[in-house]
Antibody, heavy 119, light 107 residues
Framework: EVQLVESGGGLVQPGGSLRLSCAAS????????MHWVRQATGKGLEWVSA???????YYPGSVKGRFTISRENAKNSLYLQMNSLRAGDTAVYYC?????????????WGQGTLVTVSS | EIVLTQSPDFQSVTPKEKVTITCRAS??????LHWYQQKPDQSPKLLIK???QSFSGVPSRFSGSGSGTDFTLTINSLEAEDAATYYC?????????FGGGTKVEIK
């Protein structure tokens, strides 16, 4: 059974940093692209970052230069380092499994971890 | 960036009724369009991939169609458990983008 479990969320002040983790199990982690998607309370879904199987990374303009996605295949783990956090980054952050190639859907999602940026 | 416009934003439907949700892309995305269901306080779940392919375990009352810029999610014979918000998602080009969501309420 595919499982994705996020952790690391919490309350952080504006300008601060936080590192999210996603523990994967039930599949060959190294063979899949992985993504982070966030959702502010009562709002829609926003793609935050992606990492390919070769370690290539992608970001939207809203987080580029502030967020860094990484993976550790030996530990079946995905990470999101978030720096220079803003109030607008407040959201539930989900990790999601992509496919074995670009352009794939997100077929499994974790339960999410809440990040609150506030003073 | 490809913008996905969903309609309607909200729909109140009687059980056993048919539901149709549309998603329009700002430029052609081929069949790289996927549909998700999100129930309150849950994470999104994949329903339909590549416009019309059902994901494993999804009830047959859910179906998708379309290509290019216009796509449709259909729920035949709505059940009470289908109360949720539905999102479309394009993976044709970066950044990945989502539609604004369609909330389906059961009357």
């Amino acid at each position: 059974e595919v499982q994705l479990v996020e952790s690391g969320g919490g309350l952080v002040q504006p300008g601060g940093s936080l590192r999210l983790s996603c523990a994967a199990s039930g599949f060959t982690f190294s063979s899949y692209d992985m993504h982070w998607v966030r959702q502010a309370t009562g709002k829609g879904l926003e793609w935050v970052s992606a990492i390919g199987t070769a370690g290539d990374t992608y970001y939207p303009g809203s987080v580029k230069g502030r967020f860094t996605i990484s993976r550790e295949n030996a530990k079946n783990s995905l990470y999101l380092q978030m720096n220079s956090l803003r109030a607008g980054d407040t959201a539930v952050y989900y990790c999601a499994r992509g496919g074995r190639g670009s352009g794939s859907p997100f077929d499994y999602w974790g339960q999410g971890t809440l990040v609150t940026v506030s003073s | 960036e490809i913008v996905l416009t969903q309609s309607p934003d909200f729909q109140s439907v009687t059980p056993k009724e048919k539901v149709t949700i549309t998603c329009r892309a700002s430029q052609s995305i081929g069949s790289s369009l996927h549909w998700y269901q999100q129930k309150p306080d849950q994470s999104p779940k994949l329903l339909i991939k590549y416009a019309s392919q059902s994901f494993s375990g999804v009830p047959s009352r859910f179906s998708g169609s379309g290509s290019g810029t216009d796509f449709t999610l259909t729920i035949n014979s709505l059940e009470a458990e289908d109360a949720a918000t539905y999102y479309c998602h394009q993976s044709s080009s970066l950044p990945n983008t989502f539609g604004g969501g369609t909330k389906v309420e059961i009357k």
